[in-house]
């Protein structure tokens, strides 16, 4: 028996030989990609995405806030749409495409231009709500080619450090990039 982690023992399955009949998988479970990669959540089905992310896959960027889905600290998309990753549970992810602020660069590393907006406008302050102020960005930048400041406020992201102002020069900067082919 082979393992999986310290303590999960997971069963190999037996080498089929050609012209077999697939067996049915080892273990159940969700299949879900995240960051282009695929995984499969064998865990409660009920666990939020947000601790699946930060607890199984490490991936930290989306930050615990309000637990209510109202702060935007944990903001990720799903299959292109901004989605509070604390109150999204894993049974609703079957199938779904995740893009966290881990996602966003190119496989080269080159950043992704809202990311590279953040940067040249020195918008991170303290940076906890900053990865889910870039991932509503990125999702408002999808729908709106050129917002108003007033789409901008429309995002909702809270900002313990009051950097909007900040925030919105990188998100028009982004436009303005995304808009020239710089993206």
Request: include cysteine; charged fraction near 25%.
């Amino acid at each position: 028996m082979a393992q999986q982690g310290p303590t999960s023992p997971v069963p190999v399955p037996p080498r089929q030989e050609a012209g077999q009949t697939a067996s049915k998988p080892v273990r159940e479970g969700i299949d879900v990609i995240v960051n282009g990669k695929r995984y499969k959540h064998t865990g409660d089905p009920a666990m939020p995405l947000l601790w699946y992310l930060r607890d199984v896959l490490r991936l930290t960027g989306a930050k615990y806030g309000c637990d209510q889905g109202d702060c935007g600290f944990c903001t990720v998309i799903v299959d292109g749409k901004a989605v509070a990753s604390c109150g999204t549970k894993m049974e609703k992810m079957r199938g779904k495409r995740v893009t966290t602020v881990e996602g966003l660069a190119a496989a080269d590393g080159t950043l992704h231009p809202v990311q590279q907006a953040w940067i040249d406008e020195d918008a991170i302050m303290c940076g906890y709500c900053q990865p889910g102020q870039i991932m509503a960005a990125v999702d408002l930048l999808s729908r709106q080619k050129n917002p108003s400041d007033a789409d901008i406020d429309k995002i909702g992201n809270l900002c313990r450090c009051g950097s909007y102002g900040r925030i919105r020069k990188a998100i028009k900067r982004a436009a303005g990039a995304m808009k020239d082919g710089k993206a």
